[in-house]
C-alpha cells in the first residue's frame, strides 16, 4: 500500500490534494499527534482551505477514510473472480503479508488509531463498517465462486469470510501494536496455521 | 469481566483503591476523554495522591494494564489442564460471547482505545505483549494437553494458538468499532464458523 497506489498522479482536485496531504501527515505524525496544521504543512495550498473544506480534524479523517475506500472499491472488481484459488491466495498474502514496508507499516499503525476512535464516534464507526462490509462481500464472492466451481468444500461463505476477516484484522492489530520480536504474535505463524486449517477445511476432498 | 471480578472487596491498599477508581473512569469516560480529575472524581481520598503515586494518565493506565494481568495470572491456573475441551469451550464462551453486558463492553471499548497508544507508546506495547503472550500461552497449554490425551489431532499446539488469538483480538475489534446490527461483523458468526473450522482440524479422527 503505497502512495501511489492511492495516489496514483498528480492530484487533480483540491480535495484529493488534501486527502494526500492528510495521508501523508497522518503517516508521519499518527492520530493523537495529528493536527490540522500538521496537515497544512504537507499541503501545497494555504491551510486556510483546510479549514474551508472541512469541520476539523475527524471530519477531515472520516473524508479521508472514505475516499480510500472509493479507491479500494474501483480497484478491486466484484463481478467476476476467475481464478478463485488464486483470489484467496492474493488475499492471504496481502492480509498476512510476513512484513511490511516501513510506509504501509506507518499507515497501518495510524489505521489501528483511527479504527479505536470508532469506539467512541459514530462517523468513524460509520467508516470502518463499511470497510468491513466491502472486504466481507469481496471475501464471500471469492468463497462463492469457488465452491461454484467445485475448487472448494460446500462451506457456509459468509461464515467463513466472516471468521477470516476477524483473523487478519487481529493479525494486523498484534502487528501493529505488539513487539515484533515475540513468536506467540507472529503473523508468519498465523498465516502458516491458517493455510494448513484451509487446506483441511476448504480444499479436502473437493477432488484434486 | 465485572468490577467485582478484578475488584473483590473493599480495596485494602492504596494503588489498589487507585487502580478501581481507574477502571470506574476509564469505563465512564474512554481513554481519550480521560484526566487524572475524572480518576479522580471516583476515588474517596485526595486527586493529590494520584499526583503522588503517578507521573500522569499514561504512568497509571499501564500499571493499571499490569495490574489486570496480575489478576488474571492468579485466577487462571497454568500448571492444571483437566478438560483440555472444555477448556478451550470456556476460552471460546469468553473470547466470542454472543452479547456483552453494558459494563464489560465499556470496558471492552476502552481497552480497545488502551491498546492503541501501544502504536506509539513503548510501555503500553510491552504490556499488550505482555497480555498477548500469557493468553497464548493459556491456549497452547490447552491444546497441548489435549493433544496429550488424545482429545485433539496432532496439531502444531503453538501456531493454532496465534491463530485462535488472532481471531479473538479481531473479533473484539471489529465488536467494539462496528455496527453492531452488520451481518458480516456478528461474532456470533466467527463463533459458529470457527466451532465448524475446529470440529473438522482438530477433533476429527481423534477416536470419539
Redesign the interface.
Known sequence: MTSNEFFPTAPDDTRTEILEATYRALREH?Y??LTIQKIGEEFDKSTSLLYHHYEGKDDLLVDFLDYMLERLEDDIPFETVDDPKGALETVLDHALAPSMEDEREEFA??M??L??Q???DPA???A??RH??FF??RLTAILREGIDQGDFRE??P??????L??????????R????SE?????VE??R???E??LE??LLEDTGE
Do not use: K, P
Not at 158 to 163: G, N, Q
Open positions: 499518527g493523537d499527534a499503525r495510524a489501528n488509531e479504527r479505536s470508532a469506539t467512541h468513524y464507526r460509520e470502518f463498517t468491513d462490509r466481507h462481500d462451506v457456509d459468509d461464515r467463513l469470510a466472516a471468521l476477516q476477524a483473523t487478519f484484522n487481529g493479525a494486523m492489530t498484534q501493529v501494536t505488539s513487539d515475540e513468536r506467540e504474535v507472529s505463524d498465523v502458516a496455521e491458517l494448513a486449517v483441511t477445511y
